[in-house]
Structures are given as structure tokens and as C-alpha cells.
């Protein structure tokens, strides 16, 4: 039995597969992508043919036994994209966020700036610049710049007087923050533009950062396992219409104290 849905509404990711893919559809245009946020999942997009009938090979008898749920599954090819929601998921508390030492010594010692959606296009092609594979498509790309004309989507930007190093971007889901790619053209960039994002949506009312992979990179920024029910849980609650986050251009070197302070004091508790 196939389970299909015209669209993400209604859709319970708790009883999927934390290791491999929840959804297949075709549909990444932004008021799909949001509500596929909203449901718990982010897409992966097939790069080629060949890993586009890769996914139909390998997940459609879990496809049939309705185990993985197709979306809008008569738009399309499904198995174009493929939609994730790892179980745990991987977060970072928005005041534990680690820095190394030397980054930390660094930022006391250089000029940079961050920013927040101040280029977010620019931001989003640096993290795609050079991926192989690649994964943020032609489409992608144009959904995520509406979500960000329409508040939902955020970027940090570092920046070495003039000129770009380093950013991050992501989708926000009142108390979540998804951040779907980093990049750095200096060492240590990427790290200061979380450390900046959560930084601003601590200030917002912000509880966690979704790293959405695991990875030692997320880890080494004090990333933290959270059980898929809890992580849909938060997005699933009811709050207060979220604050804006602040958008004032800041000094990168205020982020090595706080980032000190969230290293050696006790364990953050996630609600």
C-alpha cells in the first residue's frame, strides 16, 4: 500500500526511517519546501539520471509497502528528490555553541564583521559554488530566494572589511532554525557564521539550530543528538508569533567570549 499525500499537510515523519529517506517528490517550490520543513524533512535533490534511478531501485518496494511517502506523487517524477528527517537529529543549542581556541584567539585578533540577510543570494551561491554533488538545483535555489523575500529564510554573512568569507543559511520554523549549508573562504568563517546565527536567534526567542547531518564538522560546533519525537515536537508547538531576528551589523570578536562561556559551562538542556 502506497502512502501519498497531495501535499506535506498532515504527514507524521515519527514512525519513518531515521536512516534513509522519509518522502519522495518532485515538488521543491517554496510553499512545498516550507511545509516540508514544517513537517520535520529538508530535500536532497537527485544530482544526475543515474542517482535519480538509484532512489526507484533501492526504496520502491518501501515505496509500495508504504513505508516512505510520496508527495504530490502525480507531479512529476517523485524520485527526483528524495526528503530526509534523520533520527536523532542533530542540533546546537543556541547558547552552547563551541569555538576551537584558535578560532577564538583569531577573532579577538581580526577585523571581521558579520551581517544578517544582508546578500543572502551571494551567500547561497557560495555554498554551492564547487559541490559535488549538487545538490542545491536550479529550482531550489529560486524557491529558497522567495522564502527569503517572504522572512523565512535567513543568512549570515562574515565578512573581511569589504569582501565575503564565509556564511551560513538556513530556514527558520518559529523556535528551529534549519540550516541547510555553510561556506568558507577563510578558516574558521563557516564556524563564526553559525556562532553569529545563533547568536541573533538566541536574541529572537530561538531555541536550537537543526544541523540536519551529523557530522564531525556539527559536532566540533557543539552539536547535540535529539530524538526525532522531541525535534518534531518543538516545531510542532504552539508559541507566541516569533521576533524578528536582530540585523544589526556586529563585530565577529564578541562571538569568542559567549562562545568560551557556552564550552566550559554546564550542559544546555533542549526543551
Not at 549570515?156 to 568569507?165: C, I
Not at 541547510?180 to 539550530?209: H, I
Not at 562571538?255 to 562561556?261: I, K, P
Request: proline share 8%; aromatic share 8%.
Amino acid at each position: 500500500m502506497v502512502r501519498s499525500r497531495a501535499s506535506w499537510n498532515g504527514v507524521d515523519l515519527s514512525h519513518t526511517a531515521g536512516d534513509g529517506p522519509v518522502a519522495f517528490s518532485a515538488d521543491t517550490g517554496p510553499d512545498a519546501l516550507l511545509a516540508a520543513y514544517r513537517a520535520g524533512a529538508y530535500p536532497l535533490p537527485a544530482p544526475n539520471d543515474f542517482a535519480r534511478t538509484i532512489n526507484e531501485v533501492t526504496h520502491e518496494e518501501a515505496v509500495a509497502a508504504g513505508r516512505i511517502w510520496l508527495i504530490g506523487a502525480d507531479t512529476g517524477d517523485p524520485y527526483r528528490v528524495s526528503w530526509w528527517s534523520p533520527d536523532p537529529r542533530p542540533v546546537i543549542p543556541v547558547r552552547a555553541v563551541h569555538l576551537s581556541r584558535r578560532l577564538a584567539g583569531r577573532l579577538r585578533r581580526d577585523t571581521w564583521s558579520t551581517s544578517l540577510d544582508r546578500d543572502f543570494e551571494q551567500v547561497v551561491h557560495g555554498c554551492r559554488e564547487g559541490r559535488d554533488p549538487q545538490w542545491l538545483t536550479d529550482e531550489l535555489v529560486r524557491s529558497l530566494l522567495l522564502l527569503h523575500e517572504a522572512g523565512w529564510a535567513h543568512s549570515v554573512e562574515v565578512w573581511q572589511e569589504s569582501t565575503l568569507v564565509g556564511g551560513v543559511f538556513g530556514v527558520r520554523i518559529d523556535s528551529v532554525l534549519s540550516m541547510d549549508s555553510m561556506f568558507r573562504l577563510r578558516s574558521g568563517a563557516g564556524a563564526t557564521a553559525v556562532a553569529d546565527l545563533a547568536d541573533r536567534f538566541a536574541e529572537a526567542g530561538g531555541t536550537v539550530l537543526d544541523a540536519q547531518w551529523d557530522s564531525p564538522h556539527v559536532r566540533s560546533l557543539g552539536s547535540t543528538p535529539l530524538p526525532r519525537e522531541r525535534y518534531l515536537g518543538l516545531l510542532a508547538e504552539q508559541r507566541p508569533a516569533p521576533a524578528p531576528l536582530p540585523a544589526d551589523p556586529r563585530p565577529a570578536r564578541r562571538l569568542a567570549a559567549g562562545a568560551a562561556e557556552a564550552a566550559d559551562g554546564q550542559p544546555c538542556k533542549i526543551y
